[in-house]
């Protein structure tokens, strides 16, 4: 049951609110549920003081350098990705992390506003970082102290988007930024940002892509399969059970890389599972839950798409690009789309 408030954020850092949607204990019982019925979905990996502090560890490592590469090509087209934004919008990024590619955006959007009002000395934006951390959420607004907006953070779930929305002044430019998109089954993202998103608001998001069918293919898979095996992410991927209990000689991780059908034909997904090796026990909150030798906890996912996959499924959804752009290897993309008007 989701339960909503506002907190105050941060002595001396100015009028800023964080709003509770999703709360420590609301987490805690989702945790409780999953575990109990042999599901942990990714978004539990990244909750409390631990997981934020894993989260920024992997994106550091050197095998693991996903969220990077894609701050890295937002940076080189910045300039160029800015000129399609509108003054005036608000910003609002799900999955925000520790704000570090929100506050390159931002930056750029203020310079825009600016220029094109100098003598106000003030710009038209409000900025809602959104994060089921609250610990990320609390780092966001402090990486933005200095600018000239608005900002209210959110701590919530992207799925609740019709109770996020809410709180956030149209029209906005809605983010999904360091791969967060490839995490859900695609037709179910953005049909639920679809419907959210009223006609003068943007779509702006990024993929680590698989690139085109051919001769590269083969080796991009078997770098996919090392990036998201490594030590490091699956140390990640681990840190839940071993948080409430478990030793790591109780289990063990295993990645695969599987064929998916769709309506547009095959795709990538990987598929993880955590593999009990003896009986055990871990407690979560007040509530225990015993596991046997040979049980199998299901995890999250990570689809890796071509680009003309990802085009494919923004069209069948209902949306128009406005542009993209892609790195030299083509493994890399950030897009910005509207929905379309159908006639």
């Given at each position: 049951m989701n339960s909503t408030g506002k907190v105050g954020f941060g002595q001396g850092s100015g009028n800023k609110e964080k709003i509770v949607v999703t709360s420590k204990e609301?987490?805690?019982?989702?945790?409780?549920?999953?575990?109990?019925?042999?599901?942990?979905?990714?978004?539990?990996?990244?909750?409390?003081?631990?997981?934020?502090?894993?989260?920024l560890k992997l994106d550091g490592s050197e095998t693991f350098?996903?969220?990077?590469?894609?701050k890295v090509l937002l940076e080189k087209n910045l300039d160029s990705i800015v000129?399609?934004?509108?003054?005036?919008?608000?910003?609002?990024s799900v999955g925000v992390g520790n704000g570090e590619k929100e506050r390159i955006f931002l930056e750029a959007l203020v310079k825009k506003n600016l220029a094109e009002n100098p003598t106000s000395g003030k710009v038209s934006i409000r900025y809602y970082p959104i994060d089921i951390n609250g610990e990320f959420v609390d780092i966001a607004l402090e990486k933005v102290d200095n600018l000239p907006i608005e900002k209210e953070g959110i701590v919530g779930f992207l799925e609740d988007m019709a109770i996020l929305k809410k709180n956030w002044r149209l029209p906005v430019l809605f983010c999904i930024l360091g791969n967060t998109f490839c995490n859900y089954e695609p037709?179910?993202?953005?049909?639920?940002?679809?419907?959210?998103?009223?006609?003068?608001?943007?779509?702006?998001f990024d993929a680590n892509l698989l690139p085109t069918e051919g001769s590269d293919a083969q080796s991009a898979r078997k770098s996919v399969l090392g990036t998201y095996a490594s030590r490091e992410n699956a140390l990640f991927n681990m840190y839940p059970l071993l948080q409430y209990g478990m030793a790591p000689e109780d289990f063990d991780f295993e990645l695969l890389l599987a064929h998916i059908n769709s309506r547009i034909g095959t795709v990538y997904r990987t598929r993880k599972s955590l593999y009990i090796l003896k009986n055990t026990e871990l407690t979560v909150g007040t509530e225990t839950i015993g596991f046997r030798e040979g049980d199998v906890i299901n995890?999250?996912?990570?689809y890796k798409y071509t680009y003309d996959q990802i085009t494919a499924f923004l069209d069948i959804c209902g949306f128009e690009i406005l542009k993209t752009f892609l790195s030299e290897d083509c493994t890399n993309a950030v897009v910005l789309a509207k929905k379309r008007i159908e006639k």
């Open positions: 609301d987490i805690e019982g989702r945790l409780y549920e999953c575990l109990k019925n042999h599901e942990l979905p990714d978004y539990l990996l990244y909750t409390d003081t631990g997981g934020a502090k894993n989260w350098p996903v969220a990077r590469k894609l000129r399609f934004i509108p003054t005036g919008m608000s910003l609002v037709e179910f993202i953005l049909q639920l940002v679809h419907e959210n998103l009223e006609q003068g608001d943007l779509f702006f995890m999250g996912f990570t």
